[in-house]
């Protein structure tokens, strides 16, 4: 069973021109499994990870397509199912930690409150094993503090276990590290995974860190102008892309690169769309078009569903290079 | 090595929990503190003990200078000045105080609504405050208190409408601004019921702004009072405000100008020491700025 389904979603931001943010996206994350969602700024990430819980801005209009966490259909819910769903499956990790608390409140007082909402042992015994478990030092001293007396990694460790003390279905973490330095960035997420992975919760994870996608995530999808253009495992989509801008993206990581070569960029910058894209949203920027790419809508090619009229062309190629390589 | 904490070093920090937060204050606000405490203070124990003499008794000749027994002289009547200025404080006080308080739990209501609503309804109670807005202050409390007769609760209303629209426009601001905030989403989130999100998590990071805006809307809400008092639409005789004594100060402005000036005088005051001291509120209690990660 997959815990979230996402179909055919499109969405728009109204304004003039309203500007379309999601133009048919199809995602799938299975049960219990990391999912990273990768791609440039702007590409429609956040937006997908707001809808999940129908958070998007009022906005955004919704035009068609269907959206359903752990079987619930999420985008009929009325008002009181809406907030049983987001409570009982729901929780979101954002980007900036200090912010996520609350900034009037003690941090003891915020867990008890989270802890009470869902009618959990909230006493302060409870809330000390709750810090420990997310690995910091000296509970007793952290828990009379205030948020804005704590570090950023701390917090952030603070914010996942309110997200994760909930038993949450589903994990959202829209670039939970991005905040934060490179040393305290690997124990959070390792932290992260882990507690997710023992509650047997399915984790989104929004990043733009491809190396850390690679390490800890089982899927990945990477997202271009409204769109998932490619999916699959974290290993095979981040090590041989097929589609373009999958390829174009893989290379812009500093790590793959060796001393002495050129880190690549990609030229230009996204599309931002009006209406549905007539042809293929990389097009203007892709090395490898034809003149078919610009008004033929591509569709997904599996296995790896992916979004360019040429990949069976590109998927050769691309074994080609593996064989010599 | 290690350090025991020492008895000494225990009641020093008793000491800064309590005495911090004062000695922060700046001079200014400290001293207009200790003014209007003092103001208050006097006011009650007069209002209170009668120990500054009968408010209506006739004690002399009337508009008689300063002397031992009317410390402030006579009035139009022959009545000792003095308890009718405290009279008058305590009056104007009471009812610009009821009055900001009521002024803040409305703005602070509906305030919030628009702010965490946003859209239609914020469009609707922002325009509906506008109209309150457009109308010059003293126009809508003459309107008031023809609608409700001249007195107390002329005054209390007129100062309501006139402050409504100043700390509601700021109230909905400070709202939308937490509401936009991750822990406000997250709350969402987690399925909190929207009134438990209003009272505890939107109420206290507001509170300071209510505050300050509460602060300056007292001192406008004794403008108002006074105005109103002195162009007769508010508190009426026998009963004493400040707006009323100035009123009949002026009456006897060339022969008894102490009569005009005292009250003059405690009216600038007590307004100057409550701006003062929302100046100083505003700088301790308005959101910090956020604070950085770096």
Same mark, same amino acid.
């Given at each position: 069973?997959?815990?979230?389904?996402?179909?055919?979603?499109?969405?728009?931001?109204?304004?003039?021109?309203? $500007?379309? *943010? @999601? /133009?048919?996206?199809? =995602?799938?994350?299975?049960?219990?499994?990391? #999912? !990273?969602? &990768?791609?440039?700024?702007?590409?429609?990430?956040?937006?997908?990870?707001?809808?999940?819980?129908?958070?998007?801005?009022?906005?955004?209009?919704?035009?068609?397509?269907?959206?359903?966490?752990?079987?619930?259909? $999420?985008? *009929? @819910? /009325?008002?009181?199912? =809406?907030?049983?769903?987001?409570?009982?499956? #729901? !929780?979101? &990790?954002?980007?900036?930690?200090?912010?996520?608390?609350?900034?009037?409140?003690?941090?003891?007082?915020?867990?008890?409150?989270?802890?009470?909402?869902?009618?959990?042992?909230?006493?302060?015994?409870?809330?000390?094993?709750?810090?420990?478990?997310?690995?910091?030092?000296?509970?007793?001293?952290?828990?009379? #503090?205030?948020?804005?007396?704590?570090?950023?990694?701390?917090?952030?460790?603070?914010?996942?276990?309110?997200?994760?003390?909930?038993?949450?279905?589903?994990?959202?973490?829209?670039?939970?590290?991005?905040?934060?330095?490179?040393?305290?960035?690997?124990?959070?997420?390792?932290?992260?995974?882990?507690?997710?992975?023992?509650?047997?919760?399915?984790?989104?994870?929004?990043?733009?860190?491809?190396?850390?996608?690679?390490?800890?995530?089982?899927?990945?999808?990477?997202?271009?102008?409204?769109?998932?253009?490619?999916?699959?495992?974290?290993?095979?989509?981040?090590?041989?892309?097929?589609?373009?801008?999958?390829?174009?993206?893989?290379?812009?990581?500093?790590?793959?690169?060796?001393?002495?070569?050129?880190?690549?960029?990609?030229?230009?910058?996204?599309?931002?769309?009006?209406?549905?894209?007539?042809?293929?949203?990389?097009?203007?920027?892709?090395?490898?078009?034809?003149?078919?790419?610009?008004?033929?809508?591509?569709?997904?090619?599996?296995?790896?569903?992916?979004?360019?009229?040429?990949?069976?062309?590109?998927?050769?190629?691309?074994?080609?290079?593996?064989?010599?390589? | 090595?290690?350090?025991?904490?020492?008895?000494?070093?225990?009641?020093?920090?008793?000491?800064?929990?309590?005495?911090?937060?004062?000695?922060?204050?700046?001079?200014?606000?400290?001293?207009?503190?200790?003014?209007?405490?003092?103001?208050?203070?006097?006011?009650?124990?007069?209002?209170?003990?009668?120990?500054?003499?009968?408010?209506?008794?006739?004690?002399?000749?009337?508009?008689?200078?300063?002397?031992?027994?009317?410390?402030?002289?006579?009035?139009?009547?022959?009545?000792?000045?003095?308890?009718?200025?405290?009279?008058?404080?305590?009056?104007?006080?009471?009812?610009?105080?009821?009055?900001?308080?009521?002024?803040?739990?409305?703005?602070?209501?509906?305030?919030?609504?628009?702010?965490?609503?946003?859209?239609?309804?914020?469009?609707?109670?922002?325009?509906?405050?506008?109209?309150?807005?457009?109308?010059?202050?003293?126009?809508?409390?003459?309107?008031?208190?023809?609608?409700?007769?001249?007195?107390?609760?002329?005054?209390?209303?007129?100062?309501?409408?006139?402050?409504?629209?100043?700390?509601?426009?700021?109230?909905?601001?400070?709202?939308?601004?937490?509401?936009?905030?991750?822990?406000?989403?997250?709350?969402?989130?987690?399925?909190?019921?929207?009134?438990?999100?209003?009272?505890?998590?939107?109420?206290?990071?507001?509170?300071?702004?209510?505050?300050?805006?509460?602060?300056?809307?007292?001192?406008?809400?004794?403008?108002?009072?006074?105005?109103?008092?002195?162009?007769?639409?508010?508190?009426?005789?026998?009963?004493?405000?400040?707006?009323?004594?100035?009123?009949?100060?002026?009456?006897?402005?060339?022969?008894?100008?102490?009569?005009?000036?005292?009250?003059?005088?405690?009216?600038?005051?007590?307004?100057?020491?409550?701006?003062?001291?929302?100046?100083?509120?505003?700088?301790?209690?308005?959101?910090?700025?956020?604070?950085?990660?770096?």
């Amino acid at each position: 069973m997959s815990a979230v389904t996402i179909r055919d979603l499109a969405l728009e931001f109204d304004g003039s021109p309203p $500007v379309r *943010a @999601l /133009d048919g996206v199809d =995602l799938e994350i299975a049960e219990g499994s990391s #999912l !990273a969602l &990768v791609g440039e700024s702007g590409s429609g990430k956040s937006t997908v990870a707001s809808v999940l819980g129908r958070l998007q801005p009022r906005s955004a209009r919704i035009l068609r397509g269907s959206v359903e966490v752990a079987g619930t259909d $999420v985008l *009929a @819910l /009325d008002t009181p199912a =809406l907030r049983r769903f987001r409570r009982d499956e #729901l !929780a979101f &990790v954002a980007q900036d930690p200090i912010a996520s608390l609350d900034p009037t409140m003690r941090i003891g007082r915020q867990l008890q409150l989270v802890l009470q909402s869902t009618g959990r042992d909230a006493s302060p015994a409870r809330r000390v094993e709750m810090l420990e478990a997310m690995r910091i030092a000296d509970p007793e001293r952290v828990i009379p #503090l205030f948020p804005h007396q704590v570090s950023g990694g701390m917090a952030q460790r603070i914010a996942i276990a309110l997200a994760l003390c909930r038993r949450p279905r589903l994990l959202v973490a829209d670039e939970p590290t991005a905040a934060l330095d490179s040393q305290v960035r690997e124990e959070v997420v390792r932290l992260m995974f882990d507690q997710a992975r023992a509650l047997g919760t399915t984790i989104l994870w929004l990043s733009h860190d491809l190396p850390a996608v690679a390490r800890w995530c089982d899927d990945v999808a990477v997202m271009y102008a409204g769109r998932v253009v490619e999916r699959g495992r974290a290993a095979d989509v981040l090590g041989a892309p097929v589609h373009p801008y999958s390829r174009a993206l893989a290379a812009t990581d500093p790590s793959r690169i060796g001393e002495g070569e050129r880190l690549v960029s990609i030229p230009g910058a996204p599309p931002v769309l009006h209406g549905e894209a007539t042809g293929c949203a990389f097009e203007p920027r892709c090395p490898l078009r034809t003149d078919a790419c610009a008004h033929t809508r591509p569709h997904p090619v599996a296995p790896r569903a992916t979004l360019c009229i040429r990949t069976d062309e590109l998927r050769r190629r691309v074994r080609e290079s593996e064989v010599s390589a | 090595m290690t350090i025991t904490p020492t008895t000494t070093q225990r009641l020093v920090t008793a000491r800064d929990r309590t005495f911090g937060a004062w000695r922060r204050v700046d001079g200014l606000a400290r001293l207009a503190t200790i003014v209007l405490g003092a103001l208050v203070l006097l006011t009650v124990v007069a209002v209170l003990t009668g120990v500054f003499g009968s408010t209506s008794a006739t004690i002399g000749g009337r508009f008689a200078p300063p002397s031992p027994l009317a410390p402030l002289g006579t009035d139009n009547l022959g009545r000792s000045f003095l308890p009718r200025l405290f009279e008058g404080i305590a009056t104007t006080l009471v009812v610009s105080i009821v009055a900001v308080l009521c002024s803040a739990a409305i703005s602070t209501l509906i305030g919030m609504i628009a702010g965490y609503y946003g859209g239609a309804v914020s469009e609707l109670v922002m325009r509906i405050v506008d109209v309150l807005y457009a109308f010059p202050a003293l126009v809508l409390a003459i309107l008031v208190s023809a609608l409700l007769g001249p007195g107390r609760p002329a005054a209390i209303v007129s100062i309501v409408a006139i402050t409504i629209p100043l700390m509601t426009r700021v109230v909905r601001v400070a709202t939308r601004t937490v509401a936009e905030r991750d822990f406000v989403v997250s709350a969402r989130i987690s399925g909190v019921r929207t009134p438990v999100i209003f009272a505890r998590r939107l109420l206290p990071n507001i509170a300071g702004t209510v505050v300050v805006q509460a602060s300056y809307a007292l001192s406008v809400a004794i403008l108002v009072e006074g105005g109103l008092s002195f162009l007769g639409f508010g508190v009426q005789v026998p009963e004493a405000s400040l707006g009323l004594l100035i009123q009949q100060g002026m009456l006897a402005m060339t022969f008894a100008p102490h009569l005009l000036i005292v009250p003059g005088a405690v009216l600038v005051v007590a307004i100057l020491c409550i701006n003062l001291i929302g100046d100083s509120l505003r700088d301790r209690l308005e959101p910090r700025e956020t604070r950085s990660l770096t």
